[in-house]
């Protein structure tokens, strides 16, 4: 387990961390540090707990939207998968069709060919 000083509001606090993820604790620290200046700017010194809770509240309505536009993602994802879905199955049954009116106009070219033949023999 590893441990990183990380420093929100002036204030220095020590952490515990997998192994290999000390930079990431890193950054969300300076994120979360980045929102309470944020706060400060806007509401000046309003107590260590105010702002953290502010701070917190704003980084979970992030998120909040964040799953939100996820979720309308996935629901427009899923909504192309089935319109690819229909559009695949008609450009099967079109390649079916066109297939059979392939044989179709194939089998008669061959009968026309075979009667033509036919006419066309010379009388011994």
Known sequence: MAHVSVT????SF???CDDGQEDH???LAAEVNGKVDQ???????I???RLTVMAAIMV?????DTRRRLK?????????REARAVIVERADQR???LAHTLDDAASSIERLTSQLTGLTKPVS
Request: proline fraction near 0%; glycine fraction near 10%; charge should be negative.
């Open 8 to 11: 929100i509001n002036g204030r």
């Open 14 to 16: 020590r952490m515990a």
């Open 25 to 27: 604790l890193l950054r």
């Open 39 to 45: 706060l400060k700017g806007a509401f000046g010194e």
């Open 47 to 49: 107590g260590d707990t």
């Open 60 to 64: 979970a309505d992030e998120l909040a």
């Open 72 to 80: 309308a993602a996935e629901t427009e994802l899923a909504a192309l």
């Open 95 to 97: 390649e079916a069709l």
